[in-house]
């Protein structure tokens, strides 16, 4: 929720120049309004007019202790990718019936924690993985639940490091013949796992639902596969996420019915077809409840004006809070913060502090006239920016501040140069 008053930038009903001078920058800032909004928009166009229905949300975009309660208070599942996601929903007290386990290459330690924790579902993503899984319940004695994360073999219209649906992907277990009809068969036989069924994941940021509705059919096919050959019913459908967001002008955002009502109306059609129940369906939107609730505030450093070439503007940030204009040419957009009325008189290039050519946060944006000290807030920053957060160069990782209709919440704090040094050791060879 991105306002304006005196000339200031507001979030959420918070002054963005006040929250920068009383937590520092680089900072994230993150409107609540806006999470709950897309929370409430999915149940809205989903959940409540679906029966049968589970939105997860992907933590990998943001995760902290309280992102996930605010999930679990707006009534969704989450999905986590990692041993430390994991871990932090556990210390976040998230029912555990409601995580699903993703990720291409699980380790044995965190499938124990999963399993231990009695998580609903793991997604399994690799043709070994269902031994360890298998290895885990037998000496906990314990059965879990698990889908078939399948590469679908299907092109989407996006990065090519964020596909994940093609042929040539680490992600999913091959559509060979051969090597499909083994693992189901062996889950559905296997005594330490109940198989409810198949997932896919096409990749992200997308703004047409073409590689959504042809991974489906994929899907379907392999369903009717298990009820003429294994005559087994599969009771879940898990059709990912990636439903793109608005970065900048060149993004055509589509709203989740575009993606969502194709999708039941052809899971619904093919049920009544083979004659079963429709399956439960599973959406895992991540970037999209939470990337446009994020806005990032630097504050201005050096200045660099080459004549007839190109000016400059540093901000104390860089890369180490948003490698995605780095990895992949991402684009955003951006305003000075104390200085919203002013006339955009002048052509700059936002560029961090890294010691990279590659560090550049914003090419050529219109902005008012930059000084040393004015906050520069660049938007949609909710995704990717603090999960993929890194200390190169021994650069702290910033502060995170939830923001609720003029109240201000630090729900991550700044780390320190202590904290970045703090599992690092002198050897008695070196004193």
Do not use: W
Not at 27 to 43: H, N, P, Q, T
Not at 92 to 121: C, M, Q, T, W
Not at 299 to 322: E, L, P
Request: charged fraction near 25%.
């Amino acid at each position: 929720m991105i306002g304006k008053k005196n000339n200031t930038l507001y979030i959420d009903g918070c002054n963005a120049v006040k929250l920068a001078q009383e937590y520092g920058t680089p900072l994230y800032v993150y409107s609540e309004s806006d999470i709950v909004g897309k929370c409430r928009e999915i149940r809205e166009c989903f959940l409540n007019k679906y029966p049968n229905t589970r939105a997860a949300y992907a933590s990998k975009a943001f995760s902290s202790l309280a992102m996930y309660k605010i999930i679990e208070r707006e009534g969704l599942c989450l999905d986590v990718v990692s041993g430390g996601e994991l871990y932090t929903a556990i210390k976040a007290n998230f029912p555990a019936e409601k995580i699903e386990f993703n990720g291409n290459n699980k380790l044995f330690s965190e499938i124990e924690l999963a399993v231990d924790y009695g998580i609903g579902r793991i997604i399994v993503d690799g043709l070994n993985e269902l031994d360890l899984i298998e290895q885990v319940c037998k000496r906990k004695k314990k059965k879990i639940n698990i889908l078939y994360r399948i590469t679908p073999e299907v092109e989407s219209d996006s990065h090519d490091y964020i596909v994940t649906g093609k042929k040539d992907s680490k992600f999913g277990i091959p559509l060979d013949e051969d090597v499909i009809s083994y693992h189901i068969e062996k889950a559905i036989q296997s005594e330490y796992v109940n198989f409810l069924g198949f997932h896919f994941h096409v990749g992200s940021q997308l703004h047409d639902n073409t590689s959504h509705l042809a991974a489906l059919e994929t899907s379907l096919k392999l369903v009717e596969q298990c009820k003429k050959q294994y005559n087994y019913t599969i009771k879940e459908l898990n059709v990912g996420g990636g439903f793109g967001i608005r970065y900048n002008d060149e993004d055509h955002k589509k709203p989740y019915p575009y993606f969502l009502e194709p999708i039941m109306a052809r899971i619904e059609e093919f049920s009544q077809q083979i004659g079963i129940e429709r399956p439960a369906v599973v959406i895992e939107p991540g970037r999209s409840i939470v990337g446009e609730a994020g806005t990032t505030l630097h504050t201005i450093g050096s200045i660099k004006n080459i004549k007839g070439i190109r000016k400059y503007v540093s901000i104390d940030g860089g890369m180490t809070d948003n490698i995605r204009p780095a990895l992949y040419q991402a684009k955003y957009e951006g305003i000075m913060a104390n200085k919203m009325g002013d006339s955009k008189t002048e052509k700059v290039t936002i560029c961090g502090k890294c010691c990279e050519s590659g560090d550049i946060l914003i090419k050529d944006i219109n902005i008012a006239h930059p000084e040393p000290g004015d906050i520069f807030a660049i938007f949609s920053t909710g995704a990717y920016g603090y999960s993929m957060a890194s200390n190169y160069n021994k650069n702290n990782i910033p502060a995170v501040v939830l923001v609720n209709k003029g109240k201000d919440y630090l729900i991550v704090k700044r780390q320190t140069y202590d904290d970045m040094i703090r599992n690092e050791l002198i050897p008695d060879s070196l004193k």
